[in-house]
């Protein structure tokens, strides 16, 4: 008993939050701590602590696996390098986190293998974690075209998942530095806070995206000390940057944002484009960039809603000037220069024919070739990852070696944007958690 209280009052201290703590009980080894705090000082002084799963990577994928396969009756453990867990989420939807995406459907995922996502999106959906978000007490509302956002803040997407892991006996350990991994009747993993034994090893530590949020490639090494192939991984839903030579020509367009529609090959996105001072971004240029190839041209209809050559037809013998007719569509400035970009203007009458087809092409099928991509700091996600030929649709397992797991943004699986990123993190790791 004496133990006991020392034990809270070590716990008190850690996360200033004793009204949290609860007397151990059962396997459920303490009240999680609310805010992302972990148990890193709790270290069993056993020379290998037995888990049935180990979890390395406590963001929105590792959390949500260790709470399905916890709910199972599995002994779990969370192993985060950062100090605190979900730091993804907490930044996420602009500080209000876009969960889940009513209309999730496979179509909405990049991947080498389009099938792979489709047994995992089936088992796990947005109208599960709906009601999840929704027994919780968390209030949400759809912002756009499906995005389900929190009211308040994304925090509160994390405390649900500390409640759960709580309520599931999940221990979550901060501040761990996986040393090794050695696969002998199981995995070894040996860190900062001594070593774990455990049968199941899923591995939930994301892609590459913004470093100074716990991003590594650890996930990738893994996979290749285990000799699984890897899909190159590369930034996604990031801004595009352009030559010096466009930029300079674009630059007097920098900063307006104009409802616009951009393809690349029968994939096309119609929201906002914003023009800036490095390049091309808003909601459009994002979701066309996962689509993007080094040299490919995108091509951008500026007017998408009007039939151009129509509408210019129609006022062919009106005074109004070009900039002046552009400017009833778009941002004035937007229209002026565009004009002096592209072809100075002038009363409609005194286009002929052919130059109304040519402004009319040129309105709807402006064709940019980017430079770039404003790479990993920039990228919300990363493409590519751990291929899915080497796992199991159902159970996310390397088909080569039983007992490791690859979930979340590790996975060459990738959402557009609008949700849809979380709800393969929530899915997969789902999946997994049935598994493990
Ligand atoms: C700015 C931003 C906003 C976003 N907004 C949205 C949004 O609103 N909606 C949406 O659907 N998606 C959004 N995303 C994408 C979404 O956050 C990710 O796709 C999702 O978090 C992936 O979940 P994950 O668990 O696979 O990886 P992560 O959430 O990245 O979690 C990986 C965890 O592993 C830990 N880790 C890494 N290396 C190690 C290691 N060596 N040892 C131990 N732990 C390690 C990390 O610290 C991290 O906690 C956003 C991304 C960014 C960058």
């Not at 099938?115 to 796990?124: E, G, N, P, Q, V």
Request: charged share 20%; proline share 5%.
């Amino acid at each position: 008993m004496r133990k006991h209280h020392r034990t809270v009052a070590v716990l008190s201290k850690i996360f200033d939050a004793p009204s949290i703590l609860s007397p151990l009980k059962g396997r459920a080894k303490f009240k999680a701590p609310l805010r992302g705090a972990c148990t890193s000082n709790l270290i069993s002084q056993d020379p290998i602590s037995n888990q049935d799963v180990v979890v390395i990577g406590g963001g929105a994928a590792g959390l949500f696996c260790a709470i399905a396969a916890g709910k199972r009756g599995r002994r779990v453990l969370v192993l985060e390098h950062a100090d605190r867990v979900g730091k993804k989420i907490a930044i996420s939807g602009g500080g209000r986190c876009n969960f889940t995406n009513i209309y999730t459907g496979p179509a909405n995922f990049l991947s080498a293998n389009p099938h792979f996502c489709k047994s995992a999106l089936a088992r796990y959906t947005p109208g599960d974690f709906m009601g999840l978000v929704e027994n919780h007490g968390i209030r949400y509302h759809e912002k756009k075209l499906g995005q389900l956002f929190c009211d308040q803040s994304s925090q509160q997407i994390i405390d649900m998942l500390l409640s759960e892991c709580a309520d599931a006996g999940v221990e979550i350990r901060c501040g761990s530095q996986v040393r090794r991994i050695n696969r002998e009747n199981g995995f070894t993993i040996e860190t900062n806070q001594g070593s774990f034994h455990a049968g199941s090893l899923v591995i939930a530590t994301g892609g590459l995206s913004i470093a100074p949020l716990g991003a590594t490639d650890f996930g990738y090494g893994i996979a290749r000390q285990f000799g699984l192939k890897i899909e190159p991984p590369r930034p996604a839903l990031v801004p595009l940057t352009l030559s010096p030579t466009v930029q300079r020509q674009l630059s007097p367009l920098s900063g307006i944002s104009l409802d616009a529609s951009v393809g690349i090959e029968g994939t096309e996105f119609r929201e906002n484009i914003l023009i800036t001072h490095r390049g091309l971004s808003g909601p459009a240029i994002l979701q066309i960039s996962l689509y993007w190839e080094t040299g490919t041209p995108i091509v951008i209809n500026l007017l998408p809603d009007e039939d151009i050559l129509n509408m210019l037809q129609d006022r062919q013998l009106s005074e109004i000037e070009l900039a002046n007719l552009l400017a009833q569509h778009w941002p004035r400035r937007f229209a002026h220069a565009w004009c002096d970009l592209y072809l100075p203007s002038r009363p409609l009458k005194q286009f002929n024919d052919g130059q109304l087809s040519e402004i009319a092409e040129k309105i709807r099928r402006l064709q940019i070739t980017p430079a770039g991509t404003e790479g990993f700091k920039k990228a919300e996600v990363t493409a590519g990852g751990v291929a899915t030929s080497e796992l199991s649709s159902q159970t996310m397992e390397a088909k080569r070696i039983p007992g490791l797991y690859f979930i979340g943004e590790v996975v060459d699986v990738t959402g557009q944007l609008g949700g849809y990123n979380f709800q393969w993190a929530w899915a997969s790791g789902y999946a997994a958690g049935q598994a493990v």
